[in-house]
């Protein structure tokens, strides 16, 4: 029976109800949407730093560790050389080139990697087989259907282009046997993988023997720091960059957006947590004389609190489904107009969907919503049930 | 001279509130015994201190000093659990205004109070029916407050009062919002209460009340200063 008048004080006021139950989904989407916000930036970041089990990223000297453009020489010498070390199991070269790909009344232009197919970190298989001769390529599906052409297609290509006098360089004819995911090429972009070989060969002497990352996968439970300052060493021309410290190095770009989403999570907390007690309040206050009525004919002060607090936790938990269904949805949409930015790679989300974050929130919010009902449930029973009966016949 | 063990036995009761920081007795050194059957209306002016008086006997306020024995348990002395439960099953309160829960139906209001000592629910509900068609409202058991008219609320609110077969009915102005010929019904309905065997405490403005109860005590500032017996107790029946 008191959750019944508990339920039905809600229902009494539908309007009300209905605008704070809208408001805690707001504020609880909000809450879930900097939570995500939060830990996707950073989980995102991994994923695409930590790419198949490379631990090291080494780029040339004095260049920006996700810079494509810079190269070095002795490609071929270097990894021999790293591949010799006793901690490290793979070495993987990347080159970075541009590739051309003429059609009916155009060129294509598209992002090219010079990669080692058998020991690879940046594309997974999505389509069709992988690399398995030099002129066999991998490309994503935004290049696909820019150029029209379709897996098992030999079609001719070049590495370079000079757009005035319609002439192409480092020509040659190569087959598309897969399409791929490529993980650090942001959304739309179009990109190409062919053998490392094949790239060096394509660009003549520009880009012979030349190469512009390299990633490294160290035996399990080497030293991986070691092992990169062991590289670093032996080689004055390349810097090593571990998975950790690269992780490091972004956490501490993002905590300036963590510490904003902490302000903003804390602010929707906050909001959802007044509203919730201006509405029980006013419903208490609204209902004063007959709580002061139920005291006096013997209802005990634990069966108010109950019904007060009862109704802040329904009023919050109603709100809080609401606001998860709302918020992933807003995440979602957030995350494609983000997603847009120039550049970003396309597996970059800035919202993560984590059920225990999403529990969190709930938890959150409703423990919110039911400290909502602490200070109108305390003022409901101290009353004075004869104060406040006179009062109410006065009114 | 009554032989019978007082229901209730006030003495030297006072209640003093503090208005703008001065003490202000509403109840002054007040004693009175009231026996089992009986039925007492308190008349007086406005302000002589007629509710203060029945909130105190209804344990829902304190006496600032005096003793007060209900059923000879000392009210003054009840934590707030105590006085709570107290009310709960030995007093049955009638409110001038109805004051019922306007989101339960006549039935289920008659029902809050037996619920709150928790009977059994199929309990709660036969005697909230037995109830309501005792007060003349049986075929009104799912009406909500708003579907009743005055005298049909103030008839549930009877009802309720009655829910956990209380030792005494208190109640304050229970006709006071009623039209006279509502208000005769709900006279009625106390006297047949009263020879069934309920013991009433009434406080009133309205005349024909008075004169209806056994009993008329009238009070001026905060002492009773006249106690009339003017029907006597005949045989007195335990109510249902
Ligand atoms: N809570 C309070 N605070 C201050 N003074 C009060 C309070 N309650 C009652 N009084 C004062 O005590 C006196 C008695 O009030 P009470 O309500 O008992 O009178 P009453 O006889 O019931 O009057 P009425 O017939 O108008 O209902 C009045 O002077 C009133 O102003
Ligand atoms: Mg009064």
Request: charged share 20%.
């Amino acid at each position: 029976m008191i959750a019944r008048l508990a339920l039905a004080s809600l229902t009494r006021r539908r309007g009300r109800t209905a605008l704070t139950i809208a408001g805690v989904a707001v504020a609880t989407a909000m809450l879930l949407d900097m939570v995500m916000l939060g830990s996707g930036m950073r989980e995102s970041f991994r994923g695409f730093i930590e790419q198949q089990g490379f631990q090291l990223r080494l780029t040339p000297r004095g260049t920006m560790p996700f810079d494509s453009e810079a190269t070095v020489g002795g490609a071929q010498a270097l990894v021999a050389r790293i591949a010799e070390d006793p901690e490290v199991v793979a070495v993987a070269p990347v080159l970075g080139a541009k590739l051309f790909t003429p059609r009916a009344d155009s060129v294509v232009p598209a992002f090219l990697l010079g990669i080692d197919p058998a020991v690879q970190g940046d594309y997974v298989l999505a389509e069709g087989r992988d690399i398995a001769a030099p002129d066999e390529m991998v490309v994503n599906g935004a290049w696909l259907e820019a150029t029209g052409v379709r897996l098992g297609d030999t079609i001719r290509v070049a590495s370079g282009y000079d757009a005035q006098l319609r002439r192409f360089s480092g020509e040659g004819s190569v087959r598309v046997v897969g399409r791929g995911r490529f993980m650090m090429l942001a959304g739309g972009e179009k990109v190409a993988a062919l053998p490392i070989a094949t790239v060096q060969g394509m660009g003549g002497e520009d880009l012979r023997d030349r190469l512009s990352v390299v990633l490294v996968a160290t035996r399990a439970g080497a030293d991986v720091e070691t092992v990169g300052r062991r590289i670093e060493a032996s080689d004055a021309r390349v810097s090593a960059l571990s998975t950790e410290a690269a992780l490091r190095f972004v956490d501490e770009r993002l905590s300036y957006f963590r510490q904003l989403a902490f302000i903003l999570a804390s602010v929707s907390l906050i909001t959802g947590f007044l509203l919730v007690t201006t509405l029980v309040t006013v419903s208490v206050n609204e209902r004063i004389g007959e709580i002061a009525v139920m005291r006096a004919i013997g209802v005990a002060r634990e069966r108010i609190v109950v019904q007060v607090m009862l109704e802040g936790l329904v009023l919050s938990v109603i709100g809080a489904v609401l606001g998860l269904g709302l918020g992933i949805v807003t995440a979602k949409w957030l995350n494609e107009i983000l997603s847009a930015f120039p550049g970003l790679p396309a597996a970059f989300d800035f919202f993560l969907f984590e059920p225990s974050a999403a529990v969190r929130s709930l938890g959150l919010i409703i423990s919110c919503g039911i400290g909502a009902g602490l200070w109108p449930a305390w003022r409901a029973t101290t009353l004075s049930i004869a104060q406040t009966l006179r009062e109410e016949a006065v009114a | 001279m009554n032989l019978t063990q007082p229901v209730l036995s006030a003495r030297d009761l006072r209640r003093a509130y503090l208005v703008a920081g001065a003490p202000v007795e509403a109840v002054r050194g007040l004693s009175l015994d009231v026996h089992p059957g009986e039925w007492v209306a308190v008349v007086g002016p406005s302000g002589c201190g007629k509710s203060t008086l029945l909130n105190l006997l209804g344990a829902i306020d304190r006496p600032t000093s005096g003793q007060l024995l209900i059923r000879g348990r000392d009210v003054a002395v009840m934590d707030d659990a105590e006085a709570t439960r107290f009310r709960l099953t030995g007093i049955g309160f009638v409110f001038q205004r109805f004051y019922l829960m306007p989101t339960l139906s006549a039935a289920e209001n008659v029902e809050l109070p037996m619920a709150e000592a928790k009977r059994p629910r199929a309990e709660r509900e036969a005697r909230a029916k037995e109830l309501l068609t005792y007060v003349g409202l049986g075929a009104r058991t799912d009406h909500r407050p708003f579907q009743l008219s005055g005298g049909e609320q103030q008839r549930v609110a009877v009802a309720r009062a009655l829910a956990n077969r209380p030792a005494l009915l208190l109640a304050d102005e229970p006709t006071g919002e009623l039209d006279a010929r509502t208000g005769e019904e709900m006279i009625a309905l106390f006297d047949r209460l009263n020879r069934d065997g309920t013991t009433i405490v009434t406080v009133t403005h309205d005349e024909e009340l008075a004169q209806a109860a056994r009993r008329v005590i009238h009070m001026r500032d905060g002492v009773i200063v006249d106690d009339q017996v003017r029907r006597p107790l005949e045989s007195v029946a335990r109510p249902a």
